[in-house]
């Protein structure tokens, strides 16, 4: 039987696209167009998406998901070039399949760092990864998950990944986490948003993060709203005016304008289609 989380699975969005071919069925691949694809868990509740994105001489891999397939593989069997790594942040849902890969880009900050050494607390993947956390329909009925280090290599704000003929560049976007980056492609209009924006409830983890997470929004409303985003829960794709009406409801919450919701130690806010939750 269907868990809650999944009530609305399968998503429609993916109706939009072709189905790629690869070998393991944890993984479902779509092809987004313009050799862009979304590597998508659906049988895990994050419903994590992870992207490769090919250029001309090298690819680029968005996150490394929760670490439950074997994505290296997978990355083999659609590209035999170059493949450059990038962490979107440091939460364990994106980096999981990090230690398959020869080195990993990270954004130079001290959260990333710290978790690149010290890793994720067993108790932590132990609570996130439960045997709820899974799909009836998983492949895999349950994996236990264990934090293994990778070799990295740190990269600063400005930062530009050359892929051949399509250029990403890092931009700061703390709020989600402290250490969350965007990678931006402004020839083709492209912003890969890692966890800032996804279309599901969005979540801010210390309160203190917030105020620049506001900042963030702003600053992408003004800036992006004209882009494509890709997101890295749910569903991939989104129109970036999206981020002018976060940013709204962020700034609505900054001004105390929307009352919330005390679950246990949180704060849920919640206006029109959108919701925040804030430790
Ligand atoms: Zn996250």
């Not at 092809?31 to 250029?55: H, K, R, T």
């Not at 962490?87 to 230690?99: A, E, K, Q």
């Not at 899974?134 to 400005?158: D, M, N, V, W």
């Amino acid at each position: 039987m269907k868990r809650s989380w999944e009530k609305d699975l399968p998503r429609k969005q993916y109706q939009n696209y072709k189905r790629v071919e690869q070998s393991q069925p944890w993984f479902e691949v779509y092809d987004l167009g313009n050799q862009i694809y979304a590597i998508y868990e659906p049988y895990q509740f994050q419903e994590v998406i992870s992207y490769f994105i090919m250029g001309e001489e090298k690819a680029l891999l968005w996150d490394t998901g929760n670490g439950i397939g074997n994505m290296k593989q997978l990355v083999n069997e659609l590209w035999d070039k170059e493949v450059i790594v990038v962490n979107s942040h440091s939460h364990f849902d994106h980096i999981g399949s990090n230690y398959q890969f020869d080195i990993v880009h990270v954004f130079e900050h001290p959260t990333m760092i710290s978790t690149m050494e010290k890793g994720i607390e067993q108790e932590i993947l132990d609570q996130n990864y439960g045997l709820e956390t899974y799909s009836y329909q998983s492949p895999i009925a349950y994996h236990p998950l264990r934090y293994r280090r990778c070799k990295y290599e740190t990269f600063k704000e400005g930062t530009v990944f050359d892929l051949g003929r399509r250029r990403f560049t890092v931009i700061y976007t703390p709020g989600h986490s402290a250490d969350s980056i965007m990678l931006v492609n402004d020839e083709e209009k492209l912003l890969l948003t890692g966890d800032t924006y996804y279309p599901a409830q969005l979540y801010c983890f210390t309160e203190d993060l917030f105020d620049m997470y506001v900042k963030t929004m702003q600053m992408l409303a003004e800036v992006y709203a004209d882009y494509t985003l890709m997101t890295s829960h749910n569903e991939p794709i989104c129109e970036g005016n999206i981020l002018i009406e976060v940013s709204k409801f962020f700034q609505k919450i900054k001004n105390e304008e929307i009352s919330y919701k005390t679950i246990g130690n949180l704060k849920e806010y919640e206006w029109n289609s959108f919701n925040l939750l804030m430790k």
